[in-house]
């Protein structure tokens, strides 16, 4: 938690060295507890091993973030499209919440808290499309994309303000259960905070400049 904590809050910035014996002797735990960590994470997305090299947290490029949102999108429209079919209004008032719990953490400039909250609501609606394949696959593809966005946030380099009122569209089009509804909506809320970050846009230079997005052709 500890691990996962420091890289959506940018504490360990994407390319950041991973040493097991420097986050135990750091953290007061043992080198066993940090190694399952790192292995959690990297089966998350979070941390990438390379030869020679170690762990590192990873740090996306432009082409890594355009081939995630896509697929995101992809795969999350088909979740909400299952997920409308099925939910009841127990569910729609469960969303209510965890919106509101967004909210709170937006309100307080908690950044890793709203990353948390934000990436919850999206669970939920994968959860309620009732495939467990489905919801495995969105959470390897996304959780990285919440993660380099929590740190673009933490940094200023964008605003939080908006993100409430993007969740709202979400939501009435679920309860709409109009498909073609659902998946203009679902398109648009997956793609629309990346975009800043895959043409050559001042944020994607800043994001170049400050190392968590890599520039072209990097390795």
Same mark, same amino acid.
């Given at each position: ?21 420097? $986050?135990?002797?750091?953290?007061? /735990?043992? &080198? ?5 960590? !790192?292995? +959690? @994470? ?76 934000? $990436?919850?609501?999206?669970?939920? /609606?994968? &959860? ?5 394949? !489905?919801? +495995? @696959? ?82």
């Amino acid at each position: 938690m500890k691990l996962r904590q420091a890289i959506f809050q940018g504490r360990l910035p994407p390319g950041t060295p991973l040493r097991e014996l420097t $986050l135990a002797r750091e953290w007061a /735990v043992s &080198q066993a507890t940090v190694r399952d960590a !790192l292995q +959690r @994470l990297e089966h998350a997305g979070l941390v990438t091993r390379k030869p020679n090299i170690g762990a590192t947290v990873t740090r996306l490029s432009p082409t890594d973030v355009r081939e995630r949102v896509g697929l995101r999108a992809l795969l999350e429209k088909k979740a909400a499209e299952a997920a409308a079919a099925r939910m009841r209004e127990s569910d729609f008032a469960e969303l209510e919440r965890r919106l509101k719990v967004l909210g709170e953490a937006i309100g307080s400039d908690r950044y890793y808290e709203a990353a948390q909250a934000d $990436l919850d609501f999206h669970r939920y /609606v994968w &959860q309620c499309s009732g495939n467990e394949m !489905l919801c +495995r @696959l969105l959470e390897l593809v996304t959780v990285p994309l919440f993660a380099f966005i929590s740190i673009m946030r933490s940094n200023g380099l964008q605003r939080l303000t908006t993100v409430v009122e993007a969740h709202e569209p979400l939501i009435a089009a679920l309860r709409a259960r109009d498909p073609e509804r659902i998946r203009y909506e679902f398109e648009r809320g997956a793609t629309s905070s990346y975009e800043p970050y895959l043409e050559e846009s001042g944020e994607r230079v800043a994001a170049e400049a400050f190392g968590f997005l890599s520039p072209p052709g990097a390795n």
